[in-house]
C-alpha cells in the first residue's frame, strides 16, 4: 500500500524541500509564467509571516535570555566572552570590506521608491538614538528593531531578580513564539517556490545569476573569517601554529552543526570537543551554550552583506564610518539572533532601517535570504558552532600559556 504524499513530503528535511520548491519555481517561472500568476502570492503570503512574527520574537527572545543570566557564572568567563564579542565585531567588519570589494546587488519588486536615504553619519547616529528611546509598543507596531532591543534588555535586566515563575512564563512565550516561528519557516518551501516564479517569470532566468553572486560573497566572507581571521586570533592568543586546533574544531564541529543548522543542537558535541581537548569543566559548560547564543560570527556577515546588497541596489551612498557603525550594529544584533535556521535573516531589517530602508523593502531581502538560505545557513552555523569550541579553547590555552604548561593538540 502506497503511502499518502503527504508523509511523503513530511518526511523529506527542510533542506530538500526548500530545494524542491526552488526548481518548481523555476520551472512554473520558465513555462507557464503568465496562467499560473496567482503562485506569486505565495511568496506574497511568506513575507508578511516573516514581516509579522519576527519583532516580537526578538524582543521576547533576547528579554528571556537576559533574565535567565545568573550572576554567578560570570567567573572566568571574561575572556571567552570579550573573543565571542570582538570576534562577532570582526566577522562584520569583514563581511563590510567584502561588500565594498565586490558589491553586489538583488532585485527587488516594490516598495524600492521614494526611499530618503540619511545625508550623513550624524544623521543615522541621530536616527539610532531616537529609535533607542522609542515607545515600546510602537517599536513593535513599527518593526523598529533598535527599539525592540533596547526594551528587550532592560526589561531583561529588571526580570533578573524576578521569581522563578515569572521568568518561566517569559521564557515559555519565548518558546511558543520561536515555535510558530517553526511553522512559518516549514512553509518556506511554497513561499520560495512562490518567490522565485514571480522573478523568474518577469525577469527571466538571468535574475537568478544575482543569487550565485550574493551567495559567494556570503561564503567567501565566512571562509575568510574561519580559515584567516579567526587562525590570527588564535595565534596571538597562544603564539603557536593555530591550524591544528582551527581544522579540528571545523572537522568534529563544523560539520555536524553544517547538517543540524543549530548552533544549540550542537552543544553536546561541544561539550565533548572540550572534553577531548582536556578543558576545565567548570569553565565549558557554560562557556559552550553561551557561544550558542552571542558568539554569532555567521549572523554578523550575513547581516552585513545582505543590507549592504540592499544599499547597493537602492543606490545609498555610504561612508567609511556608516559602515563601521554597520559593522558594531551587525555584531550587537547577532547576538540576540533566533536559533532557529535562518534566524539571523530576521534581524536584517533592523540593520537596514539605520540607512532609511523601510520594512516592507528589508523583508523582501530576507526572503532572498531564504532563496539561499539552504546553503548560506548551513555554513553560518558551521562556522558558529566550531567557533565556539575555538575561542573557548583559546581562551584556556592561553591561561595555559602563560603558567607554563604545555599545549598540545592531537
Same mark, same amino acid.
Given at each position: 500500500?502506497?503511502?499518502?504524499?503527504?508523509?511523503?513530503?513530511?518526511?523529506? =528535511?527542510?533542506?530538500?524541500?526548500?530545494?524542491?520548491?526552488?526548481?518548481?519555481?523555476?520551472?512554473?517561472?520558465?513555462? /507557464?509564467?503568465?496562467?499560473?500568476?496567482?503562485?506569486?502570492?505565495?511568496?506574497?503570503?511568506?513575507?508578511?509571516? /516573516?514581516?509579522?512574527?519576527? %519583532?516580537?520574537?526578538?524582543?521576547?527572545?533576547?528579554?528571556?535570555?537576559?533574565?535567565?543570566?545568573?550572576?554567578?557564572?560570570? +567567573?572566568?568567563?571574561?575572556? &571567552?566572552?570579550?573573543?565571542?564579542?570582538?570576534?562577532?565585531?570582526?566577522?562584520?567588519?569583514?563581511?563590510?570590506?567584502?561588500?565594498?570589494?565586490?558589491?553586489?546587488?538583488?532585485?527587488?519588486?516594490?516598495?524600492?521608491?521614494?526611499?530618503? %536615504?540619511?545625508?550623513?553619519?550624524?544623521?543615522?547616529?541621530?536616527?539610532? /538614538?531616537?529609535?533607542? &528611546?522609542?515607545? %515600546?509598543?510602537?517599536?513593535?507596531?513599527?518593526?523598529?528593531?533598535?527599539?525592540?532591543?533596547?526594551?528587550?534588555?532592560?526589561?531583561?535586566?529588571?526580570?533578573?531578580?524576578?521569581?522563578?515563575?515569572?521568568?518561566?512564563?517569559?521564557?515559555?512565550?519565548? $518558546?511558543?513564539?520561536?515555535?510558530?516561528?517553526?511553522?512559518?519557516? $516549514?512553509?518556506?518551501?511554497?513561499? @520560495?517556490?512562490?518567490?522565485?516564479?514571480? &522573478?523568474?517569470?518577469?525577469?527571466?532566468?538571468?535574475? /537568478?545569476?544575482?543569487?550565485?553572486?550574493?551567495?559567494?560573497?556570503?561564503?567567501?566572507?565566512? *571562509?575568510?573569517?574561519?580559515?584567516?581571521?579567526? %587562525?590570527?586570533?588564535?595565534?596571538?592568543?597562544?603564539?603557536? $601554529?593555530?591550524?591544528?586546533?582551527?581544522?579540528?574544531?571545523?572537522?568534529? =564541529?563544523? @560539520?555536524?552543526?553544517?547538517?543540524?543548522?543549530?548552533?544549540?543542537?550542537?552543544?553536546?558535541?561541544?561539550?565533548?570537543?572540550?572534553?577531548?581537548?582536556?578543558? #576545565?569543566? #567548570?569553565?565549558?559548560?557554560?562557556?559552550?551554550?553561551?557561544?550558542?547564543?552571542? $558568539?554569532? *560570527?555567521?549572523?554578523? @556577515?550575513?547581516? =552585513?552583506?545582505?543590507?549592504?546588497?540592499?544599499?547597493?541596489?537602492?543606490?545609498?551612498?555610504?561612508?567609511?564610518?556608516?559602515?563601521?557603525?554597520?559593522?558594531?550594529?551587525?555584531?550587537?544584533?547577532?547576538?540576540?539572533?533566533?536559533?532557529?535556521?535562518?534566524? +539571523?535573516?530576521?534581524?536584517?531589517?533592523?540593520?537596514?532601517?539605520?540607512?532609511?530602508?523601510?520594512?516592507?523593502?528589508?523583508?523582501?531581502?530576507?526572503?532572498?535570504?531564504?532563496?539561499?538560505?539552504?546553503?548560506? #545557513?548551513?555554513?553560518?552555523?558551521?562556522?558558529? =558552532?566550531?567557533?565556539?569550541?575555538?575561542?573557548?579553547?583559546?581562551?584556556?590555552? +592561553?591561561?595555559?600559556?602563560?603558567?607554563?604548561?604545555?599545549?598540545?593538540?592531537?
Amino acid at each position: 500500500m502506497k503511502r499518502p504524499f503527504h508523509f511523503f513530503w513530511s518526511d523529506l =528535511s527542510l533542506v530538500k524541500r526548500i530545494i524542491i520548491g526552488l526548481l518548481a519555481g523555476i520551472l512554473l517561472g520558465v513555462t /507557464l509564467p503568465d496562467t499560473l500568476a496567482p503562485v506569486a502570492v505565495l511568496g506574497t503570503l511568506f513575507v508578511g509571516a /516573516l514581516k509579522a512574527v519576527a %519583532p516580537i520574537l526578538v524582543f521576547f527572545l533576547v528579554m528571556s535570555a537576559i533574565s535567565q543570566h545568573e550572576e554567578h557564572h560570570q +567567573s572566568n568567563m571574561k575572556g &571567552v566572552v570579550m573573543l565571542y564579542l570582538g570576534g562577532t565585531f570582526l566577522a562584520g567588519l569583514v563581511a563590510v570590506a567584502g561588500s565594498f570589494l565586490f558589491p553586489v546587488t538583488i532585485t527587488l519588486s516594490t516598495g524600492s521608491q521614494d526611499i530618503t %536615504p540619511p545625508e550623513s553619519i550624524v544623521e543615522i547616529l541621530r536616527n539610532l /538614538l531616537m529609535n533607542l &528611546v522609542d515607545n %515600546p509598543v510602537n517599536a513593535l507596531a513599527n518593526a523598529n528593531y533598535i527599539g525592540i532591543l533596547m526594551w528587550a534588555v532592560l526589561i531583561g535586566i529588571a526580570l533578573r531578580k524576578a521569581p522563578a515563575t515569572t521568568k518561566t512564563v517569559v521564557n515559555d512565550f519565548a $518558546n511558543a513564539l520561536s515555535k510558530i516561528v517553526h511553522w512559518v519557516i $516549514n512553509l518556506a518551501p511554497f513561499g @520560495i517556490m512562490g518567490l522565485v516564479f514571480a &522573478v523568474v517569470a518577469e525577469q527571466g532566468l538571468e535574475s /537568478l545569476r544575482e543569487y550565485g553572486q550574493l551567495l559567494g560573497l556570503l561564503l567567501g566572507c565566512m *571562509a575568510f573569517m574561519a580559515l584567516v581571521v579567526n %587562525p590570527l586570533i588564535a595565534w596571538l592568543m597562544i603564539r603557536k $601554529n593555530p591550524y591544528p586546533l582551527v581544522f579540528k574544531c571545523l572537522r568534529q =564541529s563544523g @560539520i555536524t552543526a553544517f547538517f543540524t543548522r543549530s548552533s544549540a543542537a550542537n552543544i553536546p558535541i561541544n561539550m565533548e570537543l572540550c572534553e577531548e581537548l582536556k578543558l #576545565d569543566k #567548570d569553565m565549558y559548560s557554560v562557556s559552550i551554550p553561551l557561544g550558542a547564543t552571542i $558568539n554569532m *560570527a555567521g549572523a554578523a @556577515i550575513t547581516i =552585513s552583506v545582505l543590507t549592504l546588497a540592499a544599499v547597493n541596489t537602492l543606490g545609498i551612498e555610504i561612508t567609511f564610518g556608516s559602515a563601521l557603525i554597520l559593522s558594531l550594529l551587525a555584531a550587537v544584533s547577532a547576538c540576540g539572533a533566533s536559533g532557529v535556521a535562518g534566524g +539571523s535573516l530576521l534581524l536584517i531589517p533592523m540593520a537596514a532601517s539605520q540607512f532609511g530602508i523601510p520594512n516592507e523593502v528589508a523583508m523582501q531581502v530576507v526572503a532572498v535570504g531564504f532563496v539561499i538560505g539552504v546553503v548560506q #545557513d548551513s555554513v553560518e552555523t558551521a562556522l558558529n =558552532s566550531s567557533t565556539d569550541a575555538l575561542f573557548t579553547a583559546v581562551a584556556e590555552f +592561553s591561561l595555559w600559556r602563560k603558567q607554563g604548561k604545555d599545549i598540545s593538540i592531537s
